[in-house]
């Protein structure tokens, strides 16, 4: 143990700023680029799970666009 | 368009060796640019200008320019080199010549390196021949003025070399010139360093060998390396679009 | 061995391993790096010099180390791109280069802030600090020239030219940076070169290493992963593997 109180682990030698900052910033930049990384594999699977979903059956499919379609085939 | 292409387009029977392909190149592009005088004489109105600029902005004394004149001076020439550098493929690329370059028999990183050497001439080589008179303007003394357009001789083709690289990787990019520099800038501070820095230890009466060998290495591995990634880049590039 | 090669390439294998890696890789990652930082912050003793300033050095140290070596890593891979057009290996490099970037740019705040207390200024054109600057310069390059080409196997194959160019100038940087810095201003006092460090202060040093380390491997697997599944989403496996997770 380097320090004789908690005050004096705070305070740092008067270098408390510095050395907090410095965590403070670490913590800060890591926490984020892990946060920002775990959103991004979400929002992707969310993506790739509506693509893959099957499509709706016919009964609540709206019919109009695909008969508008088919007419104007010929 | 007769007398735009002059492309050695033949039959592999009577195939063309590779350096008179690498003539042929330089020599287009030399004359294609011709044509355009207004392009070549820009990057070197913009190092004026930029030259200018230090004096008005900072100071016109003669103590500051004579201490920051060598890398006012190689400043301004690194970024009319970049700016250039867009022209480098641009044109090639939007008639199709390029991929006629791509198509040739010839290996790619010569012909690279032909219009590499030409983008050189063009622009490094005049930069370097306006250098004494604007050296004389920051009021470098005679024999710092000669140190620096030597280096500024060995180190502006390394920035065009090195530049094609930049040039062929943002072949075809919407905002090409912002992005361009800055992949190549960082590349740059090399050439930067030990182009200044020569100047400075000649301006204090040092010896300057060591520094311009160390220059000269430089521009011997740009020769040797860029061409092929640049060859790799521009292939890249054209399989994109 | 052309099987194993083949195998490693194949993002569905890759995805398997890295999943069941990835939980070893945060646990001791997460434990190694805190009982560094913590050893260091409360228990190493007070550097005689700069007093607890130095303390910094657990979080500085290993950014910096990483931030360097992240970079080494990519041109290796982009060398694997090039070469053998191995599809991982091109994942890894975009999937890594913003973990980079931010590794560099911690590895820079922290200098600059230690920097303040011991040189008495935020900012000093120390070789070190200046040729981390370039690095920053480096990876952001990499990251605007991947963004700004949409097709991924050509942006892939583009970034990985720049990396390895990259690469090829960092010892050419370090060396003119080195260089210059003798020329303007001589070393006087270095970070982190001191005569001799007690163990009390490299154990936990090498300790916060090695866990950012592992912590960078879990971060690696995870973004990997992302980019796998965003580009492979027409093969069936993953469809698959997406199908079970939801629902």
Known sequence: MAFDSFSAFLAMGGHGPYVWACYAMFFLLMGVVIWWSLRQRRVVIAQQQRRAAPMPSADERPTASFTRIESSQD | ?241 | MWQIFHKLGSPKWFFGIASTLMPWLLVAGAALLMTGIVWGLVFAPQDYLQGNSYRIIFIHVPSAFLAQSVYIMMAVAALVTLVWRMKLADVFVTAVAPVGAVLTFLALFTGAVWGKPTWGTWWIWDARLTSMLILLFLYFGVMALGAAISDEKSSARAVAVLVLVGVVNIPIIKYSVEWWNTLHQPATFKLTEKPSMPAEMWVPLLLSVLGLYLIFGWLACLRMQTHILAREGRTRWVKELVQARGN
């Open chain 2, 1 to 241: 368009m007769a007398s735009e292409a002059k492309l050695p387009v033949r039959t592999p029977e009577e195939s063309v060796s590779a350096l008179s392909a690498m003539k042929a190149v330089f020599s287009r592009d030399l004359k294609t640019a011709f044509r355009q005088p207004q392009d070549l004489l820009n990057p070197l109105l913009f190092f004026v200008m930029v030259v200018t600029l230090f004096p008005l902005g900072v100071s016109p004394e003669v103590a500051f320019l004579r201490e920051a004149g060598s890398g006012i001076l190689w400043v301004a020439a690194l970024l009319s080199v970049l700016l250039s550098l867009d022209h480098l493929y641009r044109h090639d690329f939007n008639d199709g010549t390029l991929e006629q370059l791509v198509l040739q028999p010839q290996p790619l990183f010569l012909l690279v390196l032909a219009k590499s050497l030409a983008h050189w001439v063009l622009t490094g080589l005049p930069l370097v021949m306006l250098a004494p008179v604007l050296g004389v303007m920051v009021h470098l003394e005679g024999n710092s003025v000669a140190i620096l357009c030597l280096t500024l001789l060995i180190g502006t083709p390394v920035l065009s070399l090195i530049g094609s690289i930049g040039a062929a990787l943002t072949l075809g990019l919407r905002s090409a010139g912002v992005l361009l520099s800055l992949l190549i800038i960082p590349l740059y501070i090399p050439v930067l360093i030990f182009g200044t820095g020569t100047v400075m230890a000649a301006s204090e009466s040092a010896s300057v060998g060591g520094q311009l060998a160390l220059m000269g290495a430089f521009l011997v591995l740009a020769l040797t390396l860029a061409p092929f990634a640049s060859a790799a880049a521009l292939r890249i590039s054209l399989s994109n679009s």
